[in-house]
């Protein structure tokens, strides 16, 4: 195997098709979990996504151990989202990536958006959101001011 062939042993090289821009064929049952999970920011309501109870996610700015506490501020964050354009994604057996835009309402405009996903028996059991949070924490920083 050539080193810019694709290879998913991990989610640190899941986004290898990216980079070598080679297509990734989806024939995976987990791949509609996914799309439900990115369509609840859209329409503001996380009750129909598949999480595991004990859900695992981790971001930049909060990190929760059960599925409850992150709809809770998926929620609450979800108001200020007007799409989710996905750009790549990827799957192979109860793992999954995507990368996509996070378009807001807010001076942030777009931010782009790396996940990595573990799933089991139908449900995420993992989420692991990576972007660059510098405009978030400026904004948040400059919301709080206004209210002092």
């Keep these: 195997m050539h080193k ?11 986004f290898a ?14 791949w509609p979990i996914i799309q439900q999970h990115l369509d609840c920011w859209k329409n503001k309501d996380f ?4 999480y595991a109870t004990d859900l695992h996610f981790k971001g930049p700015l909060d990190e929760f151990r059960k599925a409850s506490d992150f709809t809770t501020q998926a ?4 108001q200020i989202v007007t799409d989710i354009v996905i750009l790549q994604k990827f799957v192979e057996g109860d793992n999954a990536a995507t ?3 996070f378009v807001t309402n807010t001076p942030v405009g ?7 996903y573990q799933l089991k028996n139908g ?22 001011n206004q209210k002092h």
Excluded: C, W
């Design 17 to 30: 098709g990216y980079l070598t821009k080679k297509i990734i064929i989806m024939d995976n049952k987990n």
């Design 99 to 101: 990368l996509y835009n």
């Design 47 to 50: 009750s129909k996504a598949a």
């Design 75 to 78: 929620t609450t964050v979800s």
């Design 123 to 144: 449900k995420i059991t993992s989420i692991e959101t990576i972007f660059d949070p510098r405009a978030t924490i400026a904004l948040m920083e400059q919301m709080s």
């Design 110 to 116: 777009i931010m782009r958006i790396a996940e990595f």
């Design 4 to 14: 810019h062939d694709l290879q998913f042993h991990s989610k640190k090289n899941i």
